[in-house]
């Protein structure tokens, strides 16, 4: 597999600085940086100082079909780090830390109709981990990474998506109330494939994830789509960063989230670069937010850097709407109860991404967590 | 056969700082099955304060009379209680409720107004002759509640819950404005097919007399400063329609006729 496609310009975008796997290249944040602006650094828990993982920690259960290899693989042996470079301090610490990644491993032209379910179950203090999913051209995989319990845990999760493979990653943030959630997932994907990348944050006290993507070759594919839920006092950041760095390729990133409650937090930022050699590329994202209440606020930031005018398109949006006395009246006036009507609200504003999941254990599984999560608070 | 019945009904707003407006100097009002009234008033002179008060919005407080649908009281009853009583409100400004599909909106309507779900069946059949009817678009089922509707497209919606809804006393706050005069005919045409469906009661609120070439009123009250100052028939409107509110100018013309 090629490495990412040669570029005449290596310009990072400025809110990407290039990665690294040393810890200490990654000063601890003071809360003024760019990337860790929007970030609760007090609540983090020690999440930013580096400590391996405590005995007992985290437990990471993998099911997989029989096709899939499932092995280890020790810092730096490929293809370990060859998508992945920290990007920030959690996503240092948790690769370094890491000294066996959970390597699952797809033989090229396989296709694995049963997804691969890892449980990472925290219990409770620090915890790291690195996760490689490597699959081989014209393979096709769904990878459930489904992560409950309660802990400090810094992760990372690193995607090989060979050319013309096919492969979905579902990353459920089931957490308990009080976890905290560091991570990194880095794909890079190959010539003419596809890679779909979901996210459905529920739990923890601070979860945030950086989602990444960039190409290895013309014309592949990547739609990044999120969903989440924070009540009071709840602190969920996505970022994710497209870097379109060769021509012809497609990425959509879609993320959805509704808040309610005292204090309850959601950031997203939406970083796509189109860099001078990715001609003829289309991108879209979109984020929107409903507030269900007041006192809980909604970042969105979205972010389109582009180097070369000769694309096809690209567009972003970002909406936050509110639901209100003015909605509750309509909807009450219609015979439906202030229950059923913020219900339906939150509800409809979610259904249409559990759509889009079409292995149905996967999307049971999602379905459950979002309606447990829901009723825990009362919608 | 049904009666809304209005007696003496005083309203105030809240306009902040604790300090309340009194808007609604004693309303009578009675509307039985089968019969429409229309109001009309000049601008500001209460009349979606009215309607609003009757479907119980939470920024008009009642400062006394009463309002009952066949002897129950309406202002006991919560919002979507009245609804299920059988009152609907088609609103001068209907509110855009992100993330809830018209399609999805309307069915969870239906089934809390008639207590079950309706035959799934059936009812797609029903809401798309009520769509097409109303001469909106299929694919309107499958957008947010009026987000990006146009002002005439909110208020087909509304006529359209209407009809589905099939409530016994319907009040059409200013359904006619913003509509062109072909929407107005289709829209006054899904109003008196309701009528005729069901035998609702009608309450019309307007401030022109255009709809009621459509929709024929049994009755016309002339609604100034928060009370009805006059009232008759059908003859009344077109006296408006050449008179327009000057002589019932606030004060003078209001105290006596109303009295
Ligand atoms: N929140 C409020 N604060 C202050 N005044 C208010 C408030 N709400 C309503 N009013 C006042 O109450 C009066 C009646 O308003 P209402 O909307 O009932 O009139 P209307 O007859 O429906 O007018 P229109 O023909 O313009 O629709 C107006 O003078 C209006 O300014
Ligand atoms: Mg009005």
Sequence with gaps: MAGAVETTDEVASHLHPAGSFDVDDHPMPNGREEIWRFTPLRRLAGALDRQPTGAGAVDYRVEAPGEVAVASLAPGQAPRGTVLVPSDRAAAIASAETADALHVKVPAEVVVADPVAVTVQAGGGRSNGHVVLDVG??????LLLDHR???????????VVGDGAEVTVVSVQDWDRDAVHLGQHEALVGRDASYRHI?????????????????????????????YFADAGQHLEHRLFVDHNAPHTRSHVDYKGALQGRDARTVWVGDVLIRKIAEQIET?????????????????????????????????????GRFDDEQLFYLQSRGITEEDARRLVVRGFFAGLLERIGIETVRDRLTEAIE???????? | MSTLSIRDLQVSVNVGEGEDKQILHGVDLTINSGETHAIMGPNGSGKSTLAYSIAGHPKYTITGGSVTLDGEDVLEMSVDERARAGLFLAMQYPVEVPGVSVSNFLRTAKTAIDGEAPKLRTWMKDLKTAMSDLQMDPEFAQRNVNEGFSGGEKKRHEIMQLELLKPKMAILDETDSGLDIDALRVVSEGVNRAKTETGAGVLLITHYTRILRYIKPDFVHVFVA?????????ELSERLEVEGYERYAAGAGAAKIGD
């Design chain 2, 226 to 234: 928060g009370r009805i100052v006059e009232e008759g028939g059908p």
């Design chain 1, 137 to 142: 051209p014209f393979a096709k995989v769904t």
């Design chain 1, 149 to 159: 319990g309660t802990g400090v845990h810094t992760a990372n999760l690193e995607v």
């Design chain 1, 372 to 379: 447990r999560r829901l009723a825990e608070v009362g919608v």
């Design chain 1, 199 to 227: 996210v459905v944050s529920l739990g923890g006290d601070v979860v945030r994830l950086n989602s990444n993507v960039r190409y290895a070759g013309t014309g592949g594919g990547a739609d990044l789509y999120g969903l």
């Design chain 1, 284 to 320: 879209y994202e979109i984020n929107r937010n409903l507030v269900l209440t007041d006192g809980a606020q909604a970042d969105s930031v979205p972010n389109l850097e582009i180097e070369t005018g000769e694309i096809v398109s690209a567009g972003h949006a970002s909406a936050t």
